[in-house]
């Protein structure tokens, strides 16, 4: 049985709604989804244009999605995204979710925006 382990990104939050479909959604990636998520990641990392949180963002996501699991990370916690970044990555996510053909991948899609979506609330609330 794998263990659900905190979401990096969702550990900063004070309320946390959505790590665990995060969770179900890397772990119900087939082989080809996780090949498709590796192409987008890799395409967001490359627009990040040396921008290091989303770049950074761009490879934890493609270690969960490679793993088949969500992950502590390693113990160096995850720089906090700003508001331009959320904004960005949603936009982004949002995209891969509405056209995304492939059933796995577009569900993985909609749990990070959920986890961004949670992350812009509580930055809101500050």
């Given at each position: 049985m794998i263990n659900a382990v905190p979401h990096p990104l969702a550990a900063s939050m004070t309320t946390d709604h959505h790590s665990a479909y995060l969770a179900r959604a890397v772990?119900?990636?087939?082989?080809?989804?996780?090949?498709?998520?590796?192409?987008?990641l890799d395409q967001l990392a490359g627009a990040a244009g040396g921008r290091e949180r989303l770049a950074r963002f761009a490879h934890d996501r493609r270690a969960e999605a490679d793993l088949g699991r969500v992950t502590e990370g390693t113990g160096d916690p995850e720089p906090l995204l700003t508001a331009d970044e959320i904004q960005a990555l949603t936009v982004g996510f949002r995209t891969i979710r509405d056209e995304e053909p492939r059933d796995d991948v577009a569900d993985w899609a909609n749990a990070v925006l959920a986890l961004l979506d949670d992350e812009a609330a509580r930055r809101h609330m500050r």
């Open positions: 772990a119900a990636l087939t082989p080809e989804g996780r090949q498709r998520v590796d192409d987008l």
